[in-house]
């Protein structure tokens, strides 16, 4: 089974720290997603990306194709930014059943 | 936002009772998913949709059936719920373009907790 890894699981830091979220993958796909999830909140998608970096104010996401390896990068954390981030992708030659998900990052941003 | 609910939010039920959750979306995508999100596991595909009455099983379809009469709608029914699927539940919508070279984005509903005693 083509598994999503990703580190750390959980991670506390003060506020307006750099923050770096990372996602490893097995084989190759055809997109990554990266996700966030409130607690007790619905799941909303930041980013999409097959290849280089995509930047969305303070969110940075980039993927590395032959390291299978993507990083979400959090410029000037605010603790409003604490949440789970998931990472998932789809893998190349799939059909559309959809995504293999990592377990997530829990970050807490303290102010 | 997309336009995607999710009913009921939460449910308590009992064990062997029939249960139903509703995910209903207005953006007229192709592509309707449940999932399930329990401590400790990613997100699990149960069963999804890429057509009016075109379904398929995920990765934990077992005590799971869909249907999808319409676009719009793609119901989870839980024949007799176990305690084991005490979860909450996620529906997810895409369209999705062409295999291996894109794939569309995800939007999500908020999600149905479920409680089964």
């Known amino acids: 089974k083509n598994e999503v890894e990703q580190s750390p699981q959980n991670l506390t830091a003060q506020e307006g720290e750099f923050i770096t979220i990372n996602c490893s993958y097995s084989?190759?796909?055809?997109?990554l997603h990266w996700l966030q999830q409130h607690p007790g909140g619905g799941i909303v998608s930041l980013f999409m990306l097959s290849s280089g970096k995509k930047k969305h104010g303070r969110l940075i996401a980039t993927i590395n194709i032959q390291e299978k390896h993507s990083s979400l990068h959090i410029t000037a954390s605010h603790p409003r930014d604490s949440a789970v981030y998931i990472c998932?992708?789809?893998?190349?030659?799939?059909?559309?059943?959809?995504?293999?998900f990592g377990k997530g990052t829990h970050l807490i941003i303290q102010p | 936002d997309a336009g995607i609910t999710q009913s009921p939010r939460h449910k308590v039920t009992e064990t062997g009772t029939p249960v139903t959750l509703r995910c209903h979306q207005t953006e007229n995508h192709r592509y309707m998913y449940w999932y399930r999100q329990d401590p400790g596991h990613g997100l699990r595909l149960i069963h999804y949709?890429?057509?009016?009455?075109?379904?398929d099983k995920g990765e934990v379809s077992d005590g799971y059936s869909v249907s999808r009469s319409k676009t719009e709608d793609f119901l989870l029914t839980l024949e007799s719920a176990t305690s084991s699927q005490t979860s909450v539940y996620f529906c997810a919508i895409s369209e999705y373009l062409l295999a291996g070279l894109n794939t569309g984005e995800l939007f999500f509903g908020e999600g149905s907790r479920l409680t089964v005693l």
């Open positions: 084989v190759g796909i055809s997109a």
């Open positions: 998932a992708v789809k893998y190349s030659g799939g059909g559309a059943d959809g995504l293999t």
């Open positions: 949709s890429y057509g009016v009455k075109d379904t």
